[in-house]
């Protein structure tokens, strides 16, 4: 497989190679594999939660709400901080 980089990306590969003592093509696997297994992570992690909503076992949030919420906590906490 060929992998093309941005002129700027090749050129830090490089001098990370160089620093490190290792051989570019070691340092795209070993970043690929990294991503690969977060990616898999988060699909996963993703998928689990939809079947959580899905089944019931969980209740999705009304965004709209949730922030409404979330402003009238800061707000709050803004007028305990602020000198009276």
């Keep these: 497989m060929e992998v093309r980089f941005k002129p700027e990306t090749e050129s830090r ?3 990370l190679a160089s620093k ?4 570019t093509d070691d340092l795209v696997e070993d970043a690929m594999a990294g991503y690969l297994t977060e ?3 988060v699909r ?12 019931g076992r969980v209740k999705p949030l009304d965004g709209e709400a949730f922030f409404e919420t979330l402003r009238q906590r800061e707000d709050e906490l803004l007028k305990r901080r602020s000198p009276k």
């Design 39 to 41: 990616v898999a992570e």
């Design 20 to 23: 490190s003592g290792r051989r």
């Design 13 to 15: 590969l490089h001098e």
């Design 44 to 55: 996963d992690l993703l998928d689990s939660r939809y079947d959580d909503v899905k089944s």
